[in-house]
């Protein structure tokens, strides 16, 4: 139908997904801008210290014009790669000032730590290739299937690394974490002063046996909670026991408690 | 590498069946052997060979119930049993005391119990002290002035530190993937490197001979 | 049957070396067998004879980290289809690091991701230290005391490594100054707000010597 059919870009999120990093691309199986650079320069076919930086720079130039066209968004340090070399090929192409100014490195120089980066990015992915074609372990070569029954434990090592060291503490900070944050867990009490005042105040409507559930204050849901109301309340009511003022009285074990003013504690002139 | 070649001879044959004795993780039958092998290989000749190979040597083929395996000669068994060591592999419990003690030192054991929400049971702590990893390090001066616990040398042998001052923090932790952003605010590591405290009493009594080292380090 | 017999001769002691090494659950350092031998026994003498006895066989020895096990040949890994296991892939990510840490070490974060010209992504150090081919060795004397990585027992073992001066290509590259961390100066992109000449902090000398120091542990 229409021959405006994406080509083949074949590109994915690099391999995870942090958020921090989720707008870096893999572009076709590269990287990032030094990879790419790298891919480029084998085109060249040369040692690569004796590359054309000039010739390298036109090809990566090429390269992020030709993915900007396709209105692909590039990951900034690609930009910040091609406006560095753009510099520097500008910098290589003019006559050689002579000595330069004093805060310049000298564009060869430049040059040439470039293509140091890319032969040190070589050798390491030489390496991983050498190091991914060595025997393996359990790939391509086996140990012992049925060690002895009495099993000799290497014992001059122990088997515990830094970082099992850091991940156990770890997950014991959150788990001790998890355990202490609770922001409701606040306890508020109900203190005992109030629960005092509390009491002197309603004492003289308590002439008959009261429940305490019905003489203590109600929680409101913010303040201290109910089992805190009732427990200062029953306090302060020994209190008021002690001073002859009120009389306690329960049935039975954990059966409900009764509170009711003893009459000879207050001037009766009190009563509404 | 693949299993090109046409016939292989006797002793590749024989190689072959060795490896296979070797890394199975139990004794193999003849016919597990052929599964194996190329056609028409001569598994009896190569167990021949083997068996007359390994005669007398420190390890030897034996047949029990028609299956082959290699096995240590039983002459040399004592040098087996003589071994049964404490594996030195640190269990769950004991690695995750011993992170406690490294970034919380000096520490008493109630505190350990609290960060580790379970109490510790005496062979954790007696395991560390005995290993070398911690040490007796002074009395906190607070009530029943408990015992607190650091770090001692082989700790950071082991794990290459040159001093407490060089464990891992929470940039560390978080450059290693440990720590995400979803931890809680208020999380924070101790520094190890904190001085000698105050509220702290040298170990007086006898029972802790490491002491006269505890002020000669950092 | 206990080691009674005095002074035993060498093709005992191989003997014994190999019962030892065939039994054990895992690589064995010459101290750990010495352990077990008589005084004076000569190991080196008798993992060599060993060595040599078994070359070419189906099973070899080998020396990964500075410790001796008997492994299958590679090239009969084609027989070992029960007995493979399906290894953790390692992304192409992942395996560079790997390299450069190896190469490099002891190696910062930074330095790792100088070399790639990205930086690491979330998941692919802590894969490695959880594998347990990388471990977090010490902290750089530098500013900010970065923490270093270097590679672990476990790298060596996986790979069939003696030691890290056993990497492919390792003596080459250091000879051409490929390993060297210091970048010539000038590389970075320019920022006007620096001064290009500003050199980075030197790497702590002597880092070579160390990675020896490293595995001796006590």
Not at chain 1, 221 to 240: D, I, K, M, R, V
Request: with cysteine; hydrophobic share 40%.
């Amino acid at each position: 139908m229409t021959e405006a059919f994406q080509p083949n870009l074949d590109f994915s999120a690099a391999e995870t997904v942090d958020a921090r990093e989720a707008f870096v691309v893999d572009l076709e199986g590269y990287e990032g801008p030094l990879h790419v650079l790298l891919a480029l320069a084998r085109t060249q076919k040369v040692d690569l210290l004796k590359l054309s930086i000039t010739t390298l720079a036109e090809q990566y130039l090429a390269f992020v014009h030709e993915a900007r066209r396709r209105n692909f968004s590039l990951a900034a340090d690609y930009l910040v790669m091609a406006s560095w070399l753009a510099y520097l090929k500008s910098r290589l192409l003019l006559p050689r000032a002579e000595k330069g100014r004093g805060d310049e490195v000298p564009a060869e120089e430049m040059a040439a730590a470039l293509a140091f980066r890319l032969q040190k990015l070589e050798a390491m992915r030489r390496a991983s290739e050498a190091l991914q074609a060595r025997p393996q372990l359990k790939r391509d070569v086996f140990t012992r299937g049925d060690p002895e029954a009495t099993v000799i434990v290497p014992s001059d090592r122990i088997d515990a690394s830094l970082y099992d060291l850091m991940s156990a503490y770890v997950t014991q900070r959150r788990r001790e974490q998890a355990r202490h944050y609770n922001p409701t867990q606040r306890v508020e009490a109900y203190p005992l002063g109030d629960a005092r005042d509390w009491l002197r105040d309603i004492l003289p409507r308590l002439a008959d046996w009261t429940p305490l559930e019905r003489v203590a204050p109600e929680a409101d849901g913010h303040g201290p909670s109910q089992a805190s109301y009732l427990a200062s309340t029953l306090s302060a009511s020994l209190e008021l026991v002690k001073e002859g003022a009120m009389a306690v009285r329960q049935d039975a074990a954990f059966a409900e408690l009764w509170l009711k003013r003893q009459g000879t504690g207050l001037p009766l002139e009190l009563t509404p | 590498m693949t299993d090109l070649r046409f016939a292989p001879d006797e002793t590749e044959i024989e190689r072959r069946v060795e490896a296979l004795l070797f890394a199975a993780a139990g004794p193999l039958s003849a016919a597990e052997m052929a599964r194996r092998l190329p056609e028409g290989a001569d598994i009896g000749q190569a167990l021949a060979g083997l068996r007359a190979r390994y005669e007398g040597r420190g390890v030897e083929l034996e047949c029990v119930a028609d299956r082959w395996r290699f096995r240590t000669s039983p002459d040399l068994s004592f040098l087996m049993t003589e071994e049964r060591e404490e594996p030195r592999r640190l269990s769950k419990a004991a690695l995750e005391t011993l992170a406690i003690i490294a970034y919380h030192q000096p520490v008493t054991r109630a505190e350990i119990e609290s960060v580790r929400g379970v109490s510790i049971s005496r062979g954790t702590l007696d395991l560390l002290l005995e290993m070398g990893f911690v040490r007796l390090r002074g009395r906190r001066r607070s009530p029943g002035r408990p015992v607190t616990y650091a770090t001692a040398d082989r700790f950071l042998e082991h794990f290459g530190l040159a001093s407490v001052h060089d464990l891992p923090g929470v940039a560390d932790m978080r450059a290693a993937g440990l720590l995400d952003l979803s931890l809680p605010t208020g999380f924070e590591v101790p520094d190890p490197s904190r001085g000698i405290h105050e509220d702290e009493d040298p170990i007086e009594d006898a029972d802790a001979p490491e002491f006269a080292q505890d002020f000669i380090g950092t």
